[in-house]
């Protein structure tokens, strides 16, 4: 039996419990390593299954529905009942008849054919409530083709009244490259000057038609003139 110094058996227990404290602290390290691992992981996991699930959409309170105000009726000028006008009758009679207004079509016939006088094309505007006690609207855009005077518009208001009668009051505005004096001088043939204003002559003729003269650029006029035509 051999023995054995006991300074060395202490050094050998020393190194003994320096293995076995490395040894430990490396599994309590490991440990913590995976513990750590595994709470990265699930909070990846967490924040993709978030990503994953769609947000709600907030629920939006329903606006309230609001009654508009009725609106009159209009005619299409490209429409097909507007496309073709039966003998006698020019577009704002036709969309009065098409719209199955009677009420004063005598009043609304005789301003359309003192009005329009060439091609045209009309829009017309009227309540359907009050087809036979309302106002009918047209505006009418003419084509001459003249180099004088190539284009015209005039506008129609026809309106049934208390006593039963009607009446129909017409602008109609051309403009002409012809000059206002040499037109001033025509229509003072037929009526005379009733008023100046801004030195703008305003003449009134015969027929209870009144002009108003307005020079344009290049010594050119347009001519404006009203007129109300009464009816039944």
Known sequence: M???????????????FVGIFIAASAGVIASSG????????????????????PASKPTLPQRPKV???????????????????????????????NAGITACFDSLARASSHVVDGPHRAYSFWDP?????????????????????????AVIVNS?????????????????????SAIQSSLITKGKAVANLTGLALIQTDGEVSY?????????????????????
């Open 212 to 232: 108003l003269l307005l020079p344009t650029a290049g010594d050119g006029c347009a001519i404006v003139s009203m007129a109300v035509i009464r009816g039944n």
């Open 34 to 53: 995976c513990s750590r691992a595994e709470s990265d992981s699930a909070r990846a996991v967490q924040a993709e299954t978030k990503r994953a699930t």
């Open 2 to 16: 051999s023995l054995v110094p006991v300074d060395f058996i202490g050094r050998a227990k020393s190194v003994a």
């Open 129 to 153: 409530k009050k087809l036979n006690t309302g106002t009918f609207r047209s505006i009418v855009a003419m084509n001459y083709g003249g180099n004088v005077s190539p284009r015209g518009a």
């Open 160 to 180: 049934p009244m208390r006593d039963s009668t009607c009446d129909a009051t017409t602008v109609q505005v051309v403009p002409t490259a012809r000059p206002c």
């Open 67 to 97: 009654k508009t105000a009725h609106e009159p009726k209009q005619s299409n000028p490209e429409t097909a009942e507007d496309k073709g006008e039966p003998a006698g009758q020019l577009q704002p009679q036709l969309h009065a008849s």
